[in-house]
């Protein structure tokens, strides 16, 4: 069955802070991993994996993906109050060419200002 | 450019009742997706619908269905409610079922959720 585990399941730093979030998987016909952010409702994307050892970034966020280890970390430097949210990590799937998303169940990010 | 709109954002029902969702995709967006969101099982996803066809299906009882329309606007129905069925549903859409869930334009873009609570 395929499984995508995130960890920690809930983090609570000060601002100014660095975090690594953490995301394993272990899913079959495994094309991509997708970072996504949920701050109130609608998850927002973030990066996408394909490649391993390729670090993407954007501003303070950078993630990068381990093929042979099957994981994926996200980090975010000098952390500030919005980015209080749960960070959601996807595996895609494809089979028979119809894809899904198998996502893990989040961690829970409080940034204290 | 509006984002995926979800209507209703809230509502309640009774067990044994049973309700719809409607999602209205992104412009010019023909893959509409569907996903439930508990908060010990995270999101998983329901079906895919492409065209007016389903393209994918998660492992759900048969209560829940999916249509999707010509306009590409899609509706999901839960019959027969049951308490564990409240949960945050959420629509995604994106350009077509086809080119990689993650690559450029084709990346899933969700809507706000119909938070549905079974009582």
């Known amino acids: 069955e395929d499984k995508v585990v995130q960890s920690p399941l809930s983090l609570v730093v000060h601002e100014g802070d660095t975090v690594t979030l953490n995301c394993s998987y272990e899913?079959?016909?495994?094309?991509?991993l997708l970072w996504y952010k949920q701050e109130k409702k609608a998850p927002t994307f973030l990066f996408m994996l394909?490649?391993?050892?390729i670090e993407k970034k954007s501003g303070r966020l950078s993630s990068i993906l381990d093929k042979k280890e099957l994981f994926s970390i996200l980090n975010i430097t000098a952390t500030q109050t919005g980015d209080s949210a749960v960070y959601l990590c996807?595996?895609?799937?494809?089979?028979?060419?119809?894809?899904?998303?198998?996502f893990g169940t989040g961690t829970r990010l409080t940034i204290i200002p | 450019k509006a984002g995926v709109t979800q209507t209703p954002r809230y509502l309640i029902k009774t067990r044994g009742q049973q309700v719809t969702l409607s999602c209205s995709p992104i412009?010019?967006?023909?893959?509409v997706s569907w996903y439930q969101q508990t908060p010990g099982q995270g999101l998983q996803f329901l079906f895919e619908?492409?065209?007016?066809?389903?393209?994918n299906k998660g492992n759900f009882p048969g209560r829940f269905s999916g249509r999707q329309f010509s306009n590409s606007r899609s509706e999901m129905n839960v019959s027969t409610l049951e308490l564990g069925d409240s949960a945050l549903y959420l629509c995604?859409?994106?350009?077509?079922?086809?080119?990689?869930?993650?690559?450029?334009?084709?990346?899933?873009?969700f809507g706000a959720g119909s938070r549905l609570t079974v009582l």
């Open positions: 995604a859409s994106r350009r077509s079922a086809s080119g990689g869930l993650g690559s450029g334009a084709n990346v899933l873009t």
């Open positions: 899913v079959t016909n495994f094309r991509s």
């Open positions: 394909t490649s391993s050892g």
């Open positions: 996807a595996g895609i799937i494809s089979n028979f060419g119809n894809e899904k998303l198998t």
């Open positions: 412009s010019g967006h023909r893959s």
């Open positions: 619908y492409f065209s007016e066809t389903q393209r």
